[in-house]
């Protein structure tokens, strides 16, 4: 008995409403249910980092949250950063810095570097390593990335 | 170094750090990658995995599976063509298709544990995945093999019962049968000078064996694959994958249908490495589509990355060499064993023929064998095959240099090969910088830092890799408003677009940004060879630049029609057209006059170099290791490179910090670990350890610019050499701090903290 | 693919109760979901009922009390990461915090789960262990305290009963001033621990008192090890008598071999990390109060 339950999801603004399976995650809600494939599916055991969002502000990892869990919040996917024609600081800098290779880990990278430097403004490196420890990239050597998050810092 | 600076100021593009065209979709979250393709009528495809390591097929019933609602179709290997052996491109691997078809499904026998043997097409994933487990596969489960030396044993299970062993003198080489029955696919063995000789001469001489483990490339995308098989008989495939045209040709050839009804269209993909230049789900796909007239698309999770793509071979790797007391080597012998996994083809002919390389040496001996296990069937990982030996031979090096009282960087330069000097192939090698760059490193402020605190050591290491060339098509236009199209056959891993429209800009005189690249399907573009090799920018490149060349050409003569001059006489410079006169027009101007002076400009080109131009690296590494725990931390590393020409130089250092990055993964952490049925017990991320951001250091890399002469522009292949020399480098490093040699890797805690309970044995040689 | 269940969002730790009560042995406790929802995927548990409690507000406060300070279940690792009190009182919980999974896990993963899960590696369990911490349980009756050690009593098993949740987690106060953390993990950034150790101690004189060695990941609970702590409590602090309690600690434990590290290799981790513990609690005890 799939028992359904109706969730009201503010996502990127804009109030979603279905009704969805308890077990369906967010990651797969936002992908097949909303079509924004911009949150990346990388190892569905929550090690990777490739799916992570904001939930209320808070990157989180999509793969370990439930739809239902997100009912009520305000949920951010890479979709929704930065305005209309202007990037988001910490988007302008992975592209400024060459803080990518293939880009598959990118859009989780950017959401944990936003939460970062939502939390502190002015991260040292290590405090930026330690902001990205959970989101994985196997092209950069992370080098790059880290240069992106504080080209970011200091763009503030 | 003063001739890179000269070289810099003679490009206007090339050299410089545009940022990429296709950056924009990457962090907006727009670029569509495999599994980002969504069809009407989807369905979802899920594969049955075998559970056994070695087992014969008696039978598979999926009438059960048949009957759950929303099944719509279920294949095995009933459902594709029998194939006999037949090689096929696969750029740096080359296939066989009756293997590759045996490895997409498997029909008589499952030679490891995750080969595919059956998969489902249905309405929903859980669908497909309850139907999986209902169908009804019929076992007589046989004993694994699960280690090259084991089976290379006469007594061993067999795993291919009609398998004799080949004798092959030449890389690619399918070899001579020699009617021996085995497990041992190849044997292969190159030999220069006379090695019993040469080992006669020397004053020193060191042996050991080393071992490496089972590893994965580690891209962060699953393997996917969607397919329509229409029905008009024309098939499409939306793959992630190194290259639309290997996708095109595998799956053609595996379903046994021409490859120009298949028409592939790459989608963006996330990270490769190598390891996706095989298929394992097309073909697969485009048999459930053409069962069920709709789209299929199937995508693996991270376990069957791990259990049913292709890692690359675990090793064992016995290193003799032989040197004077000057250090001069006299003789060198290898013998490497590379496990390729269930399937001959491992990359032990590339092993074969790197190791060595770094080095002019009048005798050698190499012997290399290709041994099948009950794993998984390895495939293609950045330089595949050199890694392995280089650990194994660099270690010796710095061993040896340790035994001769010498620098481990001035045995390496004592020994150093220089362009013209023959390779261990016998090949002569094309002008490169190995002894610049092994210079570049002893003077590098690193290597001269004092090493300070207990327990911390410093260690080197260098690498070889040939490189590959093959084949690329491109198209250039030229748009009305003074901007041209690049469309390309090559799938952009890393940046390539920017790397190729860079090339295209320099040769148009005009920026990277009027160039829009763009990657072909195969039904856009000519035959390209696939991403892999390191050969996009170099090879593709090439394309490229004649593709420009004759736009440009064909521009100069549409500016003399425009300037009423002769072609000869007009003057083009930095993207303007001079008539000698005074009078001149602007590539803008010229373009938006092309309809009315003869027609759209618009030209295509293809690759095909004889010479690919070869690269070598080298690194310094210092670590610290705990006493206590066996913990290894890098402290500091460099890397040095002769890169050729650096097209764009924040890419070039991109890939060697990708590399070290791998590198260190493969030297401390990384590895599959078996139980003792052949099941891999990390099938995860959080067992399979790659390094995190709180793993590496910041690495600093050292270009060295030695232009590759078979490139306009002096661009060579960057991406895979970098790899090769990490692990050397680490247990080098180790060694130094630690007076012990490790001889396995990874250097896990574990193992190091055993070695410290060993004597130390003077083996300080970093 | 994950099983299918019913869900409900609870609003309150009254309504949690009533639904566990409601739906029996079937109901799971929902609340960061990262162990949960993992176990969940490897079909290791198959809840027909979610009961989430991750918005119950009255879970996720941390009072001091008197005697102790009280930390709701539902705090999440980052939260106690930035909590201002567990920073001035509880050195060793912000530590910990600090090598807890990774950044992203620890926005979600709170303290009740990582006790109720009761994985012999979970990282939070050493510390609390040597705080010595107990345990709230709440039924829909009422509520018990017990002692963390009691709370454990097996891999993933616990004193918690079907209708049963994890209220609040007390560490009594004033906690001894010497506390050090040591997490043996094989990689740096989420990291699983391979040994994990966390030991508190107060000292009069050089003389250790209350001395207190929580151990995880290698035995099939994480433990106190009363055998090396009675080595240590009442005696003169020295290498030699901090070394005998590690080698007792290390005896202590009966790790097992897994693709993590051997089980000698963790037996002598144990020995490694409590000597350097207990090295660095007693400096820390010795240490001018602020």
Redesign the interface.
């Known amino acids: 008995?799939?028992?359904e339950?109706p969730v009201s999801i503010k996502v990127n603004g804009k109030e979603e409403q279905r009704d969805v399976?308890?077990?369906l995650?967010l990651a797969h809600f936002l992908?097949e249910d909303l079509?924004?494939?911009?949150?990346?599916?990388?190892?569905?055991?929550?090690?990777?980092?490739?799916c992570?969002v904001l939930i209320d502000g808070?990157?989180?990892?999509a793969c370990?949250?439930?739809a239902?869990?997100a009912?009520?919040s305000e949920v951010t996917?890479?979709?929704g950063?930065?305005a209309e024609g202007e990037?988001h600081p910490v988007?302008?800098g992975?592209?400024?810095e060459?803080g990518?290779?293939?880009?598959?880990?990118?859009?989780g990278m950017?959401m944990?570097g936003i939460?970062?430097l939502n939390e502190n403004k002015n991260p040292s490196?290590q405090e930026?390593?330690?902001?990205?420890?959970?989101?994985?990239?196997?092209?950069?050597?992370?080098?790059?990335?880290?240069n992106a998050i504080q080209y970011a810092a200091k763009k503030g | 170094m003063t001739s890179t600076e000269a070289r810099k100021q003679q490009y206007r593009v090339i050299g410089t750090r545009p940022i990429r065209h296709d950056g924009l979709d990457k962090v907006t979250g727009r670029a569509r990658y495999g599994a980002d393709i969504h069809l009407p009528g989807l369905l979802t495809g899920k594969v049955l995995r075998s559970p056994h390591a070695h087992a014969r097929i008696r039978g598979i019933d999926a009438s059960k599976a048949l009957a759950l609602p929303g099944v719509e179709a279920v294949v095995t290997a009933a459902d594709f063509p029998i194939h006999e052996d037949m090689e096929i491109d696969l750029v740096e691997t080359l296939g066989n298709l009756r293997v590759l078809a045996e490895n997409i499904m498997a029909s008589e026998k499952v030679l490891y544990r995750g080969h595919a043997v059956a998969a489902v097409a249905a309405t929903s994933a859980a669908i497909a995945e309850e139907a999986l487990g209902l169908i009804e596969v019929d076992y007589e489960v046989l004993p694994p093999v699960l280690n090259g030396p084991d089976a290379m044993d006469a007594n061993s299970p067999r795993l291919h019962e009609n398998m004799t062993t080949h004798s092959v003198a030449k890389r690619f080489e399918r070899g001579t049968d020699t009617g021996v029955g085995s497990n041992i696919a190849s044997h292969l063995q190159f030999k220069l000078g006379d090695p019993e000789a040469g080992f006669a001469e020397a004053d020193v001489i060191v042996e050991r064996e080393y071992t490496t483990s089972t590893v994965h490339q580690g891209y962060i995308e699953p393997h996917t694959a969607t397919a329509l098989w229409d029905f008009d008989g024309q098939v499409t495939l939306w793959s992630s994958s190194q290259g639309a045209f290997g996708m095109r040709a595998q799956t053609a050839a595996v379903l046994g249908i021409p490859e120009s009804r298949v028409k592939a269209i790459p989608m963006e993909i996330g990270g490769g490495f190598g390891g996706k230049l095989n298929t394992y789900l097309d073909p697969v796909a485009a048999a459930l589509s053409r069962e069920t007239g709709k789209p299929v698309k199937i995508t693996m999770d991270r376990a069957e990355v791990f259990i049913a793509t292709g890692p690359t071979s675990a090793t064992r790797s016995r290193i003799k060499l032989g040197a004077k007391k000057d250090g001069t080597l006299t003789a060198a012998w290898s013998e490497l064993v590379y496990e390729a996994g269930a399937f001959p083809g491992s990359p032990v002919g590339a092993g074969a023929s790197t190791g060595f390389a770094p080095y002019k040496i009048e005798n050698i001996l190499v012997d290399g064998y290709d041994v099948v296990v009950n794993k998984p069937k390895v495939a293609a990982y950045r330089a595949p095959g050199s890694p392995q030996a280089a650990f194994a031979i660099e270690s010796a090096m710095s061993e040896l240099a340790e035994k001769l009282g010498m620098d481990p960087i001035e045995l390496r330069l004592k020994n150093v090969i220089r362009p013209g000097d023959r390779l261990p192939t016998g090949v002569p090698l094309l002008p490169t910088g190995c002894e610049e760059m092994e210079k570049a490193m002893r003077s590098h402020p690193h290597y001269n830092a004092p090493i300070e605190g207990p327990n911390r050591g410093r260690g080197v290491a260098v690498g070889f890799w040939g490189n590959a060339g093959n084949s690329s098509s491109a198209t250039v236009s030229v748009t009305a408003d003074g901007g041209v199209t690049l469309v390309t056959g090559s799938v952009d891993i890393g940046g390539t677009r920017a790397s190729l429209a860079m090339q295209a800009a320099e040769v148009l005189g005009i920026t990277a940004e009027d160039v829009r690249p763009s990657v072909g399907d195969t039904a856009s573009v000519g035959w390209t060879g696939q991403t892999g090799g390191s050969r996009t920018t170099f090879s593709t490149g090439l394309a490229v630049v004649a593709a420009a060349e004759k736009v440009r050409d064909e521009m100069v003569k549409r500016a003399a029609i425009l300037l009423e001059t002769e072609p000869e006489k007009i003057e083009f410079d930095a993207g303007t057209f001079k008539n000698g006169a005074g009078k001149s027009l602007s590539f803008q101007e010229v373009a938006a006059a092309q309809v009315r002076t003869g027609g759209s400009i618009t030209a295509s080109a293809s690759s095909n170099p004889r010479q690919v131009g070869p690269a070598f690296a080298g690194h310094i590494v210092d670590v610290e290791v705990d006493p206590e725990t066996g913990k290894v931390e890098i402290l500091r590393y460099t890397a040095f490179q002769d890169v050729g020409t650096a097209a764009h130089p924040s890419y070039v250092e991109g890939q060697i910090q990708g590399a070290v990055a791998q590198g260190v993964g493969w030297a401390l952490n990384e590895e599959y670990v078996w139980s003792e049925d052949g099941r891999m017990e990390n099938a995860s991320f959080l067992d399979y350890r790659m390094p995190t951001t709180l793993d590496l250091p910041m690495i600093e890399t050292v270009l060295i610019e030695e232009p590759n002469p078979a490139h306009p522009f002096g661009i060579r292949g960057v991406g895979e050499v970098c790899i090769v020399p990490p692990m050397a480098a680490i247990a080098n490093a180790v060694a130094n701090a630690t007076g012990r040699r490790l001889t396995h890797l990874p250097m896990s805690p574990g193992r190091i903290l055993e070695a410290l309970e060993r004597p130390a044995t003077n083996g300080t040689g970093g | 693919m994950l099983p299918q269940t019913d869900y409900v969002k609870a609003s309150s730790v009254a309504h949690a109760l009533d639904m566990l009560h409601q739906y029996g042995t079937g109901a799971a406790i929902l609340a960061g979901g990262t162990d949960l929802i993992v176990d969940m995927r490897e079909r290791r548990r198959e809840p027909t009922m979610l009961v989430d409690i991750s918005s119950v507000e009255e879970l996720a406060e941390i009072d001091v009390g008197t005697g102790n300070i009280r930390i709701g279940a539902g705090v999440t690792v980052a939260g106690l990461a930035g909590s201002a009190i567990v920073q001035h009182q509880l050195p060793l919980v912000t530590e910990v915090t600090r090598h807890f999974a990774d950044y992203l896990t620890r926005n979600r993963a709170t303290i009740g789960g990582n006790l109720a899960n009761a994985s012999p590696g979970a990282d939070l369990v050493p510390p609390l262990l040597a705080l010595n911490a107990s345990v709230v349980l709440a039924t829909a009756q009422g509520e018990r305290t017990v002692d963390l050690n009691d709370f454990l009593v097996g891999p993933r098993r616990t004193l918690l009963l079907w209708n049963e949740l994890v209220r609040a987690i007390h560490i009594p106060t004033p906690v001894p001033r010497g506390q050090a953390y040591e997490k043996l993990g094989l990689r740096t950034g989420g990291a699983i621990a391979v040994v994990s150790c966390a030991v508190s101690m107060d000292q009069a004189g050089g003389e250790c008192r209350r001395v207190r060695i929580g151990l995880g990941a290698v035995a099939p609970r994480a433990f106190r090890s009363s055998e090396a702590e009675q080595i240590m409590e009442g005696h003169m602090f020295s290498s030699d008598i901090a070394a005998r309690a590690a080698e007792a600690a290390a005896n202590s434990s009966q790790p097992i071999s897994d693709v993590r590290g051997s089980a000698e290799y963790r037996h002598a981790m144990v020995r490694a990390l409590v000597e350097r513990a207990l090295h660095a609690a007693y400096e820390r005890s010795s240490e001018p109060q602020e």
Not at chain 1, 128 to 146: A, D, L, M, P
């Open positions: 008995m799939a028992n339950t399976e308890p077990r995650l992908r079509g924004l494939t911009g949150t990346h599916i990388g190892c569905d055991t929550t090690q990777c980092g490739a992570t808070k990157s989180v990892k370990t949250v439930f239902v869990q009912d009520g996917t890479i979709e950063v930065g990037l988007q302008e992975f592209w400024e060459h990518l290779q293939c880009g598959y880990c990118t859009p950017i944990s939460h970062l490196e930026i390593r330690e902001g990205i420890s959970g989101n994985f990239c196997r092209c950069t050597g992370y080098q790059h990335i880290v």
